[in-house]
C-alpha cells in the first residue's frame, strides 16, 4: 500500500512540473520592460523621461522626467510624473496615461525673485512602438493639458528613445 501511494505522488509530481513545463514563454510576464526618452512637447515641453512597466512587456507602468525651456535667466522648468496602459502585441501598443506636471516659471533679471510654481494634469492618448528585446523605441500622442486656466485639447508631442 506504502508502495502504491508513494509511485501515485511521484506521477502527480513528475506530470505536474511536465505541465507547468509546456507554458509558452509569451504567456509569462518577464522582467519589467524599461526605457529612456528624450521627449518633444508633451508635458514636459523638451525633456528626458525614464518609463517603466511594473511587470512584463505592457500594462500598468509608470513614467518619470525633467524638462523645460529657457534663455539665459528666465524660462520654464517642468518635471512630469504619470501613470499609464499599453495594450497590444508585437511591439505595437496603445498607450493611454495620466499625470500631473511641476512647473516653474522665471520671467526675470533674478532666478529666484520673480518666478512662479505651479501643477497641471494632463491626459495621454497615443501609439508606442516598442520592441520585445532592447532596442529603439518611439512615440505619437495627443496629451490633453488640464490647467486652472482651462482644458488644452490639441496638444501633444513625440519622443524617441531606447529600451534595455
Known amino acids: 500500500m506504502k508502495q502504491i501511494l508513494l509511485s501515485l505522488f511521484l506521477l502527480i509530481t513528475v506530470a ?19 526605457s529612456i526618452y528624450g521627449e518633444i512637447g508633451g508635458p514636459g515641453l523638451f525633456s528626458a523621461n525614464y518609463d517603466q512597466r511594473f511587470k512584463g512587456q505592457k500594462g500598468w507602468g509608470f513614467r518619470v522626467g525633467m524638462g523645460g525651456i529657457g ?9 512630469p510624473v504619470g501613470f499609464n ?8 501598443y496603445l498607450e493611454l496615461g495620466a499625470g500631473a ?3 516653474t516659471i522665471t ?3 533674478d532666478i529666484f525673485d520673480n518666478s512662479s510654481s505651479t501643477v ?5 492618448f ?10 529603439f523605441t518611439a512615440r505619437v500622442f495627443i496629451s490633453p493639458l488640464i490647467t486652472g486656466a482651462g482644458v ?4 501633444g508631442g513625440i519622443s524617441a528613445g531606447f529600451k534595455f
Open 126 to 135: 497615443g501609439y508606442r512602438y516598442q520592441p520585445e528585446k532592447k532596442g
Open 16 to 34: 505536474g512540473t511536465a505541465l507547468y513545463a509546456q507554458q509558452r514563454d509569451a504567456d509569462l510576464p518577464g522582467p519589467p520592460a524599461k
Open 71 to 79: 534663455f539665459i535667466n528666465s524660462g520654464i522648468f517642468a518635471i
Open 107 to 109: 520671467d526675470g533679471e
Open 152 to 155: 488644452f485639447p490639441f496638444y
Open 85 to 92: 496602459h499599453l495594450s497590444g502585441s508585437d511591439g505595437h
Open 101 to 103: 506636471s511641476a512647473i
Open 120 to 124: 497641471f494634469g494632463y491626459l495621454n
